[in-house]
């Protein structure tokens, strides 16, 4: 290379450098209509970033648009996800900006579901489809918002190992939205009330045996798993990387169609910990529902005498166990095992392949300690406290499965032995 065209290189580079520091535009503050992205039509009402045709009153459009506008306002202007009024064919951020559109319609465009999501290839938007009685309900209006962020972020679309993820995040936006404090500032300003969760624990705790996200029609959990990515945002142990850092890395620094699961794209935002162990101590969390979602914790504690803890087979009385075969954890799924017991207790469990256990502690006061299990073991004094065992199949290498194709590594279950202890004059039941 010659010297001239050393220093062309030179500064074509440094010109690159400067372009890619130039700053995004900033947004307009009316995006533009587009009524070719859907149905179109004659009658609709319009806010900044949304466009809604046929609502069955305008009172209706009204309710459902500002709910709207305050998710879009929580995700995109406070928590700094991708706008769902740019173009997912697109990198750039510039624009052109659209409304998004939402079309009240009927059963045979949702499939008989309350609503769903739609994209449209020419500009590259997604539009939502919603069915009149589910117009009002953000639980509902804001799932399907939830997909479209989804598609905006672009780097999801076409890998199929994130299918299932894609309801486990609608989910998960929309229970952000109704109730956590990152959405309260978006909520109060458009005057919006605070909702119910929408935890499912019949199925997060009584089968958190499943894989993590499981997708098999009819049986799996990708609905109700969304506690996880809570957990995430949440990130109540301070894990270097997670909490708001999180997101939207989770799509920003997913590896370019690589196909990987969402596991692997954080584990290396929480790099140098172990995605291994922050999915041990989220299980450990839902021990109590302690994951910062206090509407989450309400639900618990009201329904806890419910949910089924029925994971373990005595093996030697009151003192050795071991996981019921049909409940064995699976790819990262978890038992969670409430332990009835006076005085001190010692608690040893073994396995022949990789876990996360932990005993976890609370206390009259409601605070509660995370005890690891290192090398199986822990003790815990259980006069006054509530006691449980979280065991966790968390293997060493991470699978790259497809939750809607279940691979047999992904629900090969997780054969362990507990071995409990308590002085003479102790009690214990498990």
Not at 112 to 128: D, H, I, K, R
Not at 163 to 169: I, N, Q, S
Not at 270 to 299: C, E, H, L, S
Request: neutral net charge; charged residues 20%; glycine residues 8%.
């Amino acid at each position: 290379m010659t010297a001239i065209a050393a220093h062309l290189l030179i500064f074509l580079q440094l010109l690159g450098a400067v372009a890619f520091l130039q700053p995004r535009q900033t947004p307009p503050d009316d995006f533009t209509p587009n009524p070719q992205v859907g149905w179109g039509g004659n009658k609709w009402k319009d806010t900044r970033h949304f466009r809604l045709y046929n609502a069955p009153s305008d009172s209706a459009a009204t309710s459902a648009l500002n709910s709207l506008e305050a998710a879009y306002t929580c995700f995109v202007r406070d928590l700094g996800w991708r706008s769902p009024g740019l173009s997912f064919l697109k990198g750039d951020d510039n624009g052109p900006f659209y409304k998004l559109n939402v079309y009240v319609t009927n059963e045979s465009v949702t499939g008989g579901a309350p609503a769903n999501t739609y994209t449209e290839q020419v500009y590259g938007m997604s539009f939502l489809n919603v069915l009149p009685n589910y117009v009002t309900v953000p639980a509902v209006t804001v799932h399907e918002f939830g997909h479209a962020l989804t598609y905006a972020e672009r780097y999801w679309i076409d890998q199929t190992v994130t299918g299932a993820w894609w309801e486990t995040t609608a989910n998960f936006v929309a229970d952000t939205y109704l109730n956590s404090d990152h959405c309260k500032k978006a909520r109060q300003e458009l005057n919006q009330p605070e909702g119910d969760s929408l935890v499912e624990l019949g199925k997060t705790i009584s089968e958190s045996y499943l894989t993590i996200v499981d997708g098999t029609r009819d049986k799996g959990n990708y609905y109700q798993a969304w506690p996880f990515l809570a957990y995430v945002l949440n990130n109540p142990d301070n894990f270097t990387g997670l909490g708001r850092d999180a997101f939207p890395g989770v799509w920003t620094k997913y590896a370019r169609n690589s196909n990987e699961t969402p596991l692997h794209v954080l584990q290396r935002l929480a790099a140098p910990t172990r995605i291994q162990d922050v999915v041990g101590r989220y299980w450990a969390r839902m021990a109590f529902v302690d994951f910062g979602n206090p509407k989450a914790k309400a639900v618990f504690e009201r329904d806890r005498a419910k949910l089924n803890y029925k994971n373990l087979d005595s093996i030697e009385g009151q003192r050795r166990f071991r996981p019921k075969r049909d409940r064995q954890p699976r790819y990262m799924g978890s038992n969670i095992i409430p332990i009835q017991a006076t005085g001190a207790v010692a608690v040893n469990v073994t396995a022949s392949s990789p876990f996360t256990a932990t005993l976890v502690v609370k206390g009259k006061s409601g605070a509660v300690e995370y005890i690891p299990m290192k090398e199986g073991s822990a003790t815990a004094n259980a006069q006054g406290n509530e006691l449980a065992l979280v065991v966790v199949n968390t293997p060493d290498k991470l699978l790259n499965y497809d939750p809607f194709k279940l691979s047999p590594e992904a629900t090969r279950g997780l054969d362990y032995t507990v071995e409990l202890y308590a002085p003479q004059g102790a009690r214990i039941e498990i």
